[in-house]
């Protein structure tokens, strides 16, 4: 079994920060990419930040300049680090990981989601 763990979600003001974190636990062989998504009141789910394995990054342009996503390895963790926040950014985020399970091979594994609202 598998299981993703968001943490760090809040109300805030605009321009105030937070960080996301999320945790894999469980029994895997590795964990791939991982990512976080978004989802507001509305709208379709967006993918809002992604890291390879390999460190490399890739961010949507409307959190490009405010977001860092980074993740440890060693503690199967990822974090998003979101600067300038705007009412826009007001979502649920929910972290993902692409992860490899003896005999069962690779599949992509989602976390139950965290509150972001973001308001003056």
């Known amino acids: ?37 978004r989802q507001a009141p509305g709208k379709q789910r ?5 890291i390879a394995s390999s460190g490399g990054r ?8 405010r977001f860092t996503i980074s993740r440890d390895n060693a503690k199967n963790t990822v ?3 979101m600067n300038s926040l705007k009412p826009e950014d007001t979502a649920v985020y929910s972290c993902t990981a692409s992860i490899v ?3 069962l091979g690779s599949r992509d594994y989602w976390g139950q989601g965290t509150q972001v609202t973001v308001s003056s």
Not at 4 to 32: K, T
Not at 46 to 50: K, L
């Open 79 to 81: 974090s998003l680090q």
């Open 101 to 103: 399970r003896a005999f």
């Open 1 to 37: 079994q598998v299981q993703l763990m968001e943490s760090g979600g809040g109300l805030v003001q605009p321009g105030e920060s937070l960080i996301l974190s999320c945790a894999v636990s469980g029994s895997f062989r590795r964990i791939d990419a991982m990512g976080w998504y």
């Open 46 to 50: 967006e993918a809002v930040a992604t």
């Open 58 to 65: 890739s961010y949507a342009d409307s959190v490009k300049g």
